[in-house]
């Protein structure tokens, strides 16, 4: 069964930091991109990073380049999402997800399996 579990969101003040993490059962986990993903309440879903399997390749939405860094330990079978400098924008549910091509879609529809989402909240 493949199995993707996020784990990491809380409640953080605005400037504050979290590390999402994304636990995978994944056979061949190197061989998977893994994106994450965030969906604000009332919003549709959007693209914030992905990260190549080798973890040579990274790409990050603009409205977060800078403050979040992904990586990817694949010997644990996990990819991390640094977030520093928390705005009220940054609340949302944050979801992993997993492709098995050769490119960092940002698309969501492109990526195969998917967690169930760990919650993000930042307070002013």
């Known amino acids: 069964q493949v199995q993707l579990v996020e784990s990491g969101g809380g409640l953080v003040q605005a400037g504050g930091s979290l590390r999402l993490s994304c636990t995978a059962s994944?056979?061949?986990?190197?061989?998977?991109?893994i994106g994450w993903f965030r969906q604000p309440p009332g919003k549709e879903r959007e693209f914030v990073s992905a990260i190549s399997g080798t973890g040579t390749s990274t790409d990050y939405s603009p409205s977060v380049k800078g403050r979040f860094t992904i990586s990817r330990d694949n010997a644990k079978n996990m990819v991390y999402l640094q977030m520093n400098s928390l705005t009220l924008e940054d609340s949302a549910l944050y979801y992993c997800a997993a492709d098995s091509g050769m490119t960092l879609p940002v698309q969501d529809y492109l990526y195969d399996v998917w967690g169930q989402g760990t919650q993000v909240t930042v307070s002013s």
């Open positions: 994944l056979s061949g986990f190197q061989t998977y991109a």
